[in-house]
């Protein structure tokens, strides 16, 4: 079960909050799209992602050579709403201006599958 705790302490790191903000946006987003929004190399996305699924606040899916993440289906509502309301702080913000100017350059559809539809907890 996720904690407020361990939930802020999650939060309280810049490239995860980037990540979080950018998977409010897209219901889903491979890492390969992720490395290139952030400007990051994939090993340090991939380590971010990784403490994201750990604690339950993400959710991976493999398809073939991809793995693709989305908030987890499961996630808590006060942790969603929490999401929601950093969200409307940092739309304005940098660097989270500039990564939904690259997500948009990249192309990607939001596709809804029902197999990750978010279900508030």
């Known amino acids: 079960m996720l904690t407020i ?4 302490k999650t939060l309280a790191d ?3 909050l980037r990540i979080l903000m950018l998977l409010l946006q897209e219901e ?3 890492v390969c799209h992720l490395t290139k929004v952030l400007q990051m190399v ?3 996305v991939s380590r971010h992602l990784a403490v994201l699924r750990e604690n339950k606040i993400l959710l991976d899916r493999r398809n073939g050579l991809w793995i693709y993440y989305s908030l987890h289906p499961k996630l808590p509502i006060w942790s969603y709403k ?3 309301s950093l969200s409307a702080g940092c739309v304005n913000a940098e660097p989270y201006m500039d990564d939904q100017i690259r997500l948009t350059k990249l192309n990607i559809s939001s596709k809804k599958r ?3 539809k978010l279900k508030i907890a």
């Open 82 to 84: 929490t999401l929601q």
């Open 14 to 16: 810049p490239t995860r």
């Open 114 to 116: 029902d197999t990750n």
């Open 42 to 44: 994939q090993p340090k």
């Open 28 to 30: 889903e987003l491979c």
């Open 5 to 8: 705790e361990t939930f802020t």
